[in-house]
């Protein structure tokens, strides 16, 4: 079936170092693949997306990688900031066209 | 900000009752989508509404309901509420059907069932 699924449930960072958030999808017919930043009272919030014909794609400070051959995602962030302390989600765009999300990350930056 | 406004913020209700979520969607967005968020999860796909109508489905029984308006805002009924129904409700907006770019999160309902 369809799932999409992050490696470690919390990562701990230090103010300044960069961030690398990982998510692993199972759908190898997926062709487009979000993430979203999700603050504690909000809803998710899109960050950056990607498309199967594209391996990396930058933002400002975040750059997405897709690495279509072990169905592997991730999301780098640069400087990482106290104000990027949140729950990260990457997402799969299904067959049918809903968004499939995994589980989550917590990202924690210490001062 | 992203213009979707949900409303209530929070609810509680009593198991085998019935709730009505509202949503407004951002200006100039046609599509509503529904989420349902259980604590610790990610959200899952509950309906999407284009044009007044029901536009798929996820994984989600018929007590789950849903209208969209001719202002583009959107009602999500739940009927005979159970326990594990307990969970943040998100509604999410876009201007363009069939695809998930530029989707808008509102910031949700948080619904808690006793």
């Known amino acids: 079936g369809e799932s999409v699924g992050l490696h470690l449930p919390t990562l701990s960072v230090q103010e300044g170092d960069n961030s690398i958030i990982n998510c692993a999808y199972s759908?190898?017919?997926?062709?487009?693949f979000i993430w979203y930043k999700q603050e504690s009272g909000k809803g998710p919030q899109f960050i950056i997306d990607i498309r199967s014909n594209m391996d990396k794609r930058q933002g400002q400070r975040v750059t997405v990688l897709l690495n279509k051959t072990v169905k592997h995602l991730s999301l780098q962030i640069a400087a990482t900031q106290p104000g990027d302390s949140a729950v990260y989600f990457c997402a799969e765009e299904s067959n049918t066209g809903k968004l499939i999300f995994g589980q989550g990350t917590t990202l924690q930056v210490k001062p | 900000e992203t213009g979707v406004t949900q409303s209530p913020t929070h609810l509680i209700k009593t198991r085998g009752q019935q709730v009505t979520l509202r949503c407004s969607s951002q200006?100039?967005?046609?599509?509503v989508s529904w989420y349902q968020q259980a604590l610790g999860q990610g959200p899952q796909f509950i309906f999407q509404?284009?044009?007044?109508?029901?536009?798929g489905r996820g994984n989600f029984p018929p007590r789950f309901s849903g209208l969209q308006f001719p202002n583009y805002s959107s009602e999500l009924n739940v009927n005979a509420l159970e326990l594990d129904d307990s969970a943040l409700y998100l509604c999410?907006?876009?201007?363009?059907?069939?695809?998930?770019?530029?989707?808008?999160f509102g910031s949700g309902t948080q619904l808690s069932v006793l």
């Open positions: 509404y284009y044009r007044e109508e029901e536009n």
């Open positions: 999410a907006s876009s201007s363009q059907v069939g695809t998930n770019e530029k989707l808008f």
């Open positions: 759908n190898s017919a997926s062709d487009y």
């Open positions: 200006s100039g967005h046609n599509t």
